[in-house]
């Protein structure tokens, strides 16, 4: 339903079986798949398994997006060694698949999106953010739909990599930090503290905003205990995390 919403044409499968052999005969009679869409947790043939056939018959140039609602860090290099492309989190939004296959697809933005986009966001245009995200896929994910929108991103993988990034930075080097919370040396909460406690005049200031799964009042609370200035929920949302964004603009 989502992709037919977004004007893509699609077909779907209940199985990893199913999957391997459909993706065969489209390749067969040379009408391959635009993308692979391929869920990880399932009976039989899990996404994993699934998923080194598919790729052993079909170009790299065809995209693969893993989707799960379980957290696969512990899995995610297995999954990018056999071929896998990106990750998207359950529930999926209809904004999230949009800007995950616009990825793979240079002329999906017409000239028309591009310049209502860049006039909706031109307050964001070369504003530069600290992304601290441990989990890679989802942090270049992150890094090109942030990017598709002139925004300069660098990367921190944990709190510590983060923390060390801003004290290194000339002051005002920075205009946002998106903060995940759950990593592995040091948290969102420390690193938070961290560059809050530091002796320059924009660690104070700088807007922090977290990035988590956890949207209870409890870790809202515990994040602006923190320092954070605002709590963007995972998955994330662009529509709002563009709003957080321009609301902290400078």
Same mark, same amino acid.
Not at 27 to 51: A, C, N, S
Not at 70 to 88: L, R
Not at 218 to 227: F, I
């Given at each position: 339903?989502?992709?037919?919403?977004?004007?893509?044409? &699609?077909?779907?499968?209940? *199985?990893?079986?199913? %999957?391997?052999?459909?993706?065969?005969?489209?390749?067969?009679?040379?009408?391959?798949?635009?993308?692979?869409?391929?869920?990880?947790?399932?009976? #039989?043939?899990?996404?994993?398994?699934?998923?080194?056939?598919?790729?052993?018959?079909?170009?790299?140039?065809?995209?693969?997006?893993?989707?799960?609602?379980?957290? @696969?860090?512990?899995?995610?290099?297995?999954?990018?060694?056999?071929?896998?492309? %990106?990750?998207?989190?359950?529930?999926?939004?209809?904004?999230?698949?949009?800007? %995950?296959?616009?990825?793979?697809?240079?002329?999906?933005?017409?000239?028309?999106?591009?310049?209502?986009?860049?006039?909706?966001?031109?307050?964001?245009?070369?504003?530069? !953010?600290?992304?601290?995200?441990?989990?890679?896929?989802?942090?270049?994910?992150?890094?090109?739909?942030?990017?598709?929108?002139?925004?300069?991103?660098?990367?921190?993988?944990? #709190?510590?990599?983060?923390?060390? *990034?801003?004290?290194?930075?000339?002051?005002? @080097?920075?205009?946002?930090?998106?903060?995940?919370?759950?990593?592995?040396?040091?948290?969102? @909460?420390?690193?938070?503290?961290?560059?809050? *406690?530091?002796?320059?005049?924009?660690?104070?200031? !700088?807007?922090?905003?977290?990035?988590?799964?956890?949207?209870?009042?409890?870790?809202? #609370?515990?994040?602006?205990?923190? &320092?954070?200035?605002?709590?963007?929920?995972?998955?994330?949302?662009?529509?709002?995390?563009?709003?957080?964004?321009?609301?902290?603009? %400078?």
């Amino acid at each position: 339903m989502l992709l037919t919403e977004l004007g893509m044409r &699609g077909s779907w499968v209940l *199985s990893g079986y199913e %999957a391997v052999e459909t993706v065969r005969a489209a390749h067969e009679r040379q009408d391959d798949f635009y993308e692979v869409i391929l869920d990880w947790k399932m009976p #039989g043939m899990d996404g994993l398994e699934t998923l080194r056939p598919i790729r052993s018959q079909v170009s790299t140039k065809v995209p693969i997006i893993i989707i799960s609602a379980y957290d @696969y860090s512990h899995i995610e290099q297995e999954f990018i060694d056999a071929g896998a492309n %990106a990750f998207i989190s359950k529930p999926l939004f209809k904004s999230k698949m949009l800007h %995950a296959l616009q990825l793979f697809c240079d002329s999906c933005k017409t000239e028309n999106h591009a310049a209502a986009d860049e006039k909706q966001y031109a307050d964001l245009l070369g504003k530069r !953010i600290l992304l601290v995200e441990d989990n890679m896929l989802n942090r270049e994910i992150a890094v090109d739909l942030l990017q598709l929108y002139g925004l300069i991103v660098e990367e921190a993988e944990n #709190g510590q990599v983060a923390v060390d *990034s801003f004290s290194r930075s000339e002051p005002g @080097y920075y205009d946002f930090i998106l903060m995940d919370i759950q990593m592995p040396v040091m948290d969102g @909460y420390e690193a938070t503290l961290a560059i809050r *406690s530091m002796e320059r005049a924009d660690a104070v200031k !700088i807007p922090i905003l977290a990035l988590t799964a956890n949207a209870f009042v409890t870790d809202v #609370g515990k994040g602006r205990n923190a &320092g954070m200035n605002d709590h963007i929920s995972k998955p994330i949302n662009l529509e709002v995390l563009f709003a957080a964004l321009r609301k902290w603009v %400078a």
